[in-house]
């Protein structure tokens, strides 16, 4: 029995390592190809130098303050397993258990901060690149935008692939039950959602804590244009572009891969328990390493995907990146429907294979469908931006009045897309003749829906490395042809940076509600099986309730803790503005680097209230309920309206705050008077509220809806 289990186990893995050092590999390779263009003219690298320096000055600050905070929490695991938790039959010792999900935690959280570095790199590199080959051509600063950006995504995809693999293979070797290894490695995912929280959280408050800063001041206030060298917050804007933009969503999208697939292995070991007999040991092993595999096959549609992206001197950029997304997604689908037929084909169910299938093509269509949908409500051809455009004439008021009105009215699509995908992918599932598929209909539906990660994820890398180039070539004082080029790249790329938050809380919607079927089979594992989580029972309706809260006071957190930071910056740059006078007039340098220390400590500080709160509220309602002998079911309610509300939430944070930055983008282009007019500042205001919705409450709720699921799953057996 075990010789049948054995050879299909080490093909699989090989294949899903090799496959993962390849996206490496490739992804090195782009490396040196960013790296050996040309770099620009002195002027050009003296601007690219500081925003280098200020964001590894934060990163190296952020991450150790991360650490600090992991460690303790890893220690509290290990306590927490070895000595509050009931055994349960059936499963490894309590200390054993203890040190494989602590160090799985560790190790996870390790990687995810690794992952963000690494995006940051190349990124803060690409920039000056972009910037110099904008002087001669428009397709090669595309291709070398997307391809640093492509770093990035390969390295997180493929590096979270290749950790949930490498601990597999491990336990196995070790010769732990494989449909029990999931559970054990649950700790990877929490690891990498505790660190994408509090590098999103950070990065965002960063990020935004500037803008508004240097915007306010310098636009409203002084009335010299955006990125221009007098303004002393104009590095820090810069530099925040990068840490919230790639290292802050490469954490968020390493932690969905990761959770996501060690979800859908703990489904697929649930699958092959709830059919004894239909499956050999051999396809077990199969079923349970199928989410590897296809996200395998995904990497290398995706790696096609970036290479094929070309765009002619005179057509929209957006153009080309969506052709190379089109090619990216046939082929994974391609790649996803060859999976099925090889891993979920057990003989005794001859049709259950393109059943599974076609939940993948449903993911797939489900992330096309959130591309088109967020680019609808953000970009200003359509009738959302434009009205926010048209109610600038009379004000701020009447700005702020319609950009909220459509930031509460774009909760609508992506609420039918997710369903249908949601009830369409369980029908399939279940209809496929093997007892208990329909939860993993949806998460074969999930696995799809991230299959093109690593290409979503190099076209938001795009963003920040365009918006920065173009304030290389706006402070080096390049001539205006070749700020137009910049300017249509920083377009595109404020559109891609909106699809993928609009990617992201598909992705978390779906991977959340496929968490919230794992958490019930690990309850259920544990000996208290769920049949419904039952509403109607006042603690359970209460657990509920704090879930839904949750996500507003966390947003509250995020929001005013940019306020306060903002605030600070707001001051300084008022401050120099008065003590040199020749600042304004171009004469004398203002002084960068204060305003990048004022936002780095105030974005640090700020970044652990609602970081703790996120991790502690979880905590506390189980334990509490448990009190009840209520505590599982009550965790249970308290995530899945936590998920509800927010995925609403983010959704109604990311496009109103899209949409409110385009309908700027719009009025700049000389429509209702154009820059400087009555409807410009109106303009700046909406977006300027705007801003800490889209770039650091909304982004920070992907991670935290996530972090819930994963939270629970690490937690779950002190519950029950």
Not at 549 to 562: H, N
Not at 700 to 709: M, Q, T
Request: hydrophobic share 50%; aromatic share 8%.
């Amino acid at each position: 029995m075990a010789g049948s289990k054995e050879p299909q186990l080490t093909m699989l893995i090989a294949l899903v390592l090799g496959l993962s050092v390849l996206a490496l590999a490739v992804a090195w390779g782009l490396r040196g190809f960013v790296l050996r263009q040309d770099n620009g003219t002195p002027e050009m690298r003296k601007i690219s130098d500081a925003i280098q320096e200020g964001a590894q000055a934060f990163l190296r600050r952020q991450y150790r303050t991360i650490g600090l905070l992991s460690i303790a929490l890893g220690v509290l695991i290990y306590l927490l397993y070895a000595f509050f938790r009931k055994p349960h039959p059936g499963e490894p010792a309590a200390v054993t258990l203890a040190l494989t999900t602590t160090l799985s935690f560790l190790f996870g959280a390790l990687c995810s901060g690794v992952a963000g570095l690494v995006g940051m790199y190349v990124a803060v590199r690409s920039n000056i690149r972009t910037a110099s080959a904008a002087r001669s051509s428009l397709n090669k600063a595309l291709q070398i935008a997307l391809r640093g950006g492509a770093v990035s995504g390969l390295f997180v995809v493929a590096m979270s692939l290749f950790g949930v693999a490498l601990l597999y293979s491990v336990l196995d070797a070790l010769h732990f039950e494989p449909t029990k290894i999931p559970l054990m490695i649950v700790g990877y995912g929490f690891g990498a959602s505790f660190v994408a929280l509090f590098a999103q959280l950070g990065g965002g408050i960063y990020t935004k804590a500037a803008d508004v800063g240097a915007d306010l001041v310098g636009k409203v206030e002084a009335g010299i244009p955006e990125d221009d060298p007098r303004n002393p917050a104009v590095i820090a804007d810069l530099v925040g572009d990068n840490v919230g933009d790639c290292a802050g969503r490469g954490a968020d999208l390493f932690e969905s891969t990761a959770a996501e697939n060690i979800g859908a292995m703990i489904l697929g070991s649930g699958l092959a328990l709830a059919n004894p007999g239909v499956f050999s040991p051999a396809q077990v092993v199969g079923l349970m390493l199928f989410p590897l595999v296809a996200r395998a096959f995904g990497l290398v549609a995706s790696i096609i995907g970036v290479l094929v992206v070309k765009a002619r001197e005179d057509e929209d950029p957006m153009h080309a990146l969506n052709r190379g997304y089109m090619w990216t997604a046939v082929l994974a689908a391609a790649g996803f429907v060859g999976g099925t037929y090889w891993l979920l084909n057990p003989p005794a169910f001859p049709a259950a294979w393109w059943h599974f299938a076609v939940c993948g093509v449903i993911g797939i269509a489900t992330s096309i469908a959130f591309v088109y949908i967020t680019q609808y409500y953000t970009e200003y051809r359509y009738r959302p931006v434009k009205s926010i455009a048209a109610a600038s004439v009379t004000g701020p008021a009447t700005n702020i009045i319609a950009g909220f009105a459509v930031a509460l009215e774009c909760t609508a699509l992506p609420t039918f897309t997710i369903s249908a995908a949601i009830i369409a992918s369980y029908r399939l599932g279940a209809s496929s003749g093997l007892a208990h598929a329909g939860l993993f209909g949806t998460a074969v539906a999930t696995m799809g829906m991230l299959g093109t990660a690593a290409y979503i994820l190099a076209m938001d890398t795009f963003g920040p490395i365009t918006d920065n180039a173009g304030g290389i070539i706006e402070m080096s004082h390049q001539p205006e042809a070749i700020r137009k080029r910049t300017d249509r790249l920083d377009a595109v790329g404020n559109t891609t940076k909106a699809l993928t938050k609009g990617y992201a809380i598909g992705s978390a919607a779906l991977a959340a509600f496929l968490l919230f079927s794992a958490y019930l089979d690990e309850v259920a594992l544990l000996g208290s099986p769920l049949q419904a989580v039952d509403i109607s029972k006042p603690e359970v309706f209460v657990g509920g309730l704090l879930g839904a809260m949750l996500v507003f006071w966390f947003s509250a957190l995020a929001i005013g803790a940019v306020t306060k930071a903002a605030v600070s910056v707001i001051k300084e740059v008022r401050r120099q503005f008065q003590a040199d006078p020749g600042i304004l007039k171009g004469t004398s340098r203002p002084d960068y680097g204060t305003a990048v220390d004022i936002v780095t400590i105030g974005a640090l500080k700020a970044m652990v209230a609602p970081g703790l709160l996120a991790v502690a509220m979880p905590i506390a309602v189980g334990l509490f309920f448990k009190l009840f002998h209520l505590g599982a079911e009550t965790v249970a309610a308290f995530l899945m309206v936590g998920t509800i509300g927010g995925i609403l939430m983010a959704t109604l944070l990311n496009n109103g705050g899209g949409a409110w930055d385009n309908a700027k983008k719009y009025i700049e282009t000389g429509e209702y008077g154009g820059k400087g007019s009555p409807a410009h500042k109106a303009g700046v205001v909406g977006d300027t509220v705007g801003d800490p919705f889209k770039d650091t409450a909304g982004p920070s709720l992907h991670v935290l809806i996530k972090l819930l699921s994963t939270v629970t799953l690490v937690l779950a057996p002190l519950f029950v």
